[in-house]
């Protein structure tokens, strides 16, 4: 075809062999005349069409001596009027070769990388038509693992300021802001890179002011992007960098559950009115185009709540700060609520966060309580995931060994929290579950949180560590207490 006559015949080196051609691509762009910069430019479509799908025109041309560092050079000029055409010609030939894998492995290795990221982040604060595709070659890019690794040491020295510089940016477009978060949370794959972001309290900063104007603005699909970097910047990186993340990332996190909570309510109150009116044919196709569209909208929501969940989940258990901010009582009660929730992408971190505060707050254990959550929170003991059981388990021990003073109990003395939890419990066959659970479960930290429950209960009520003795679970419990660190 005409890419293999093309390239068979030396087509790929024309920057090289082509007398005046070489001579425009080498010399400095101030110094080329329009005409000289129309050639540059018409020669690298030329070249971008060669390499279209064409995984050998694309390896081969990046093999060519000196041609790498010379696209990274048009990359990086700031001439004005033709100078765009010219990034714009080279942005289109990188971003063809980004599309396949081999294309992208090349480009890995033939070019500067954290030169070539470093000179894209400035074009994407751009209002130029390239902005977009400057945007989409730096995601390609992140998508392979070798970059990844290349990254890691030089990252924190010029790519995340870059990144911070864009977010903060009013130049850039919210869309392009959205590619550019989906990019770092590629990167934030990798262990090491994650951590150098979490270690950043200013790119907490930018991302958060983010998180804030676009959860006002209602801009929910950028938002969810957001916070999806968010998760993976909390999610597995050393406790300092959470436990010095500042309470303004809570409580920006927390105006989050709030408007989407909000909207989904709104949306579940249409939902009812729509299928309680009347139809007529014609309102039919209006109804069910309208409810499609409320299922995007609530499905979205959905996806924000989980996402901000699950950051949170990360912090609070290591950030006392953070902790007494969402222990504030209709903190609490949004969390419990989502904690109730009957889907497990959403209580799982709900869950997680709750067992955070009752460790730390005696009007959130006291809320629980009074909230008749004691039956969620046994439902959550038959979960499929150890996860969720392990935590459930946590939590109905923190509420167990509270002993502050509850209310007067029948016979006029106090009664603490703690008493209270456990006397309710023995209505229950919670012993029998904790005991298969210690005895059964796969992971050793389900087995410690079993064991302990279980030890509070005894100590608890007498008549908790009479069924421990009928079920003969005496020993289980010992065998289990070697999985507890005191």
């Known amino acids: 075809n005409s890419q293999t006559l093309y390239r068979t015949n030396d087509g790929l080196r024309m920057t090289e062999t082509h007398t005046a051609l070489h001579r425009y691509f080498t010399a400095s762009v101030p110094s080329l005349s329009r005409e000289e910069r129309d050639v540059v430019a018409a020669a690298l479509d030329m070249l971008a069409a060669a390499c279209k799908d064409n995984e050998t025109s694309q390896q081969q041309l990046l093999a060519v001596p000196g041609f790498p560092s010379r696209l990274l050079g048009l990359l990086e000029i700031r001439v004005k009027g033709q100078g765009r055409q010219l990034r714009s010609s080279c942005l289109a030939l990188l971003y063809e070769i980004s599309l396949t894998e081999a294309g992208r492995a090349a480009l890995v290795e033939k070019m500067d990388l954290v030169r070539l990221i470093t000179a894209l982040f400035p074009l994407m604060k751009s209002t130029s038509s390239y902005n977009s595709t400057a945007a989409a070659l730096l995601n390609n890019l992140a998508l392979e693992k070798r970059t990844k690794i290349l990254l890691r040491d030089k990252i924190d020295e010029t790519i995340l300021p870059a990144f911070e510089n864009l977010l903060k940016s009013n130049q850039t477009s919210v869309n392009i802001v959205g590619v550019a978060c989906s990019t770092a949370t590629n990167l934030a794959a990798d262990v090491k890179i994650r951590n150098k972001m979490a270690a950043r309290s200013s790119l907490w900063q930018a991302v958060t002011l983010l998180v804030e104007s676009t959860n006002k603005s209602g801009l929910t699909r950028i938002l969810s992007d957001v916070l999806g ?36 309510s709104e949306a579940d109150e249409k939902g ?32 924000i709540i989980t996402r901000a969940l699950v950051v949170l989940s990360n912090i609070l258990p290591v950030n006392s700060v953070s902790a007494m901010f969402m222990s504030e009582r209709n903190r609490a009660e949004r969390i419990l609520e989502f904690a109730k929730n009957t889907e497990s992408s959403m209580y799982k971190p709900a869950l997680k966060c709750l067992t955070a505060l009752t460790q730390s707050s005696h009007e959130v254990r006291v809320l629980v309580v009074d909230s008749k959550a004691l039956s969620t929170l046994l439902n959550r003991l038959t979960d499929t995931d150890e996860a969720v059981v392990g935590n459930a388990a946590l939590c109905l021990s923190h509420l167990t060994k509270d002993g502050e003073s509850d209310r007067d109990s029948g016979s006029g003395s106090k009664q603490t929290l703690g008493a209270r939890v456990c006397s309710r419990l023995t209505k229950t066959n919670i012993i029998q579950k904790l005991l298969t659970l210690a005895r059964d479960g796969r992971k050793t930290a389900l087995q410690g949180n079993c064991a302990i429950l279980l030890g509070k209960l005894a100590q608890g009520d007498s008549r908790h560590l009479e069924r421990l003795r009928e079920l003969n679970g005496i020993q289980i419990l010992h065998d289990c207490m070697k999985h507890v660190n005191y």
């Open 229 to 264: 970097l968010l998760v993976n910047m909390s999610t597995g990186v050393e406790t300092s960098y959470l436990q010095s993340v500042c309470q303004t990332v809570t409580s920006t996190l927390n105006d989050v559950l709030i408007k989407s909570q909000q909207t989904l």
């Open 272 to 303: 009812k009115t729509t299928e309680q009116g009347d139809t007529t044919a014609n309102c039919d196709s209006e109804a069910g185009t309208q409810q499609e569209g409320q299922g995007k909208t609530t499905s979205l929501e959905r996806e």
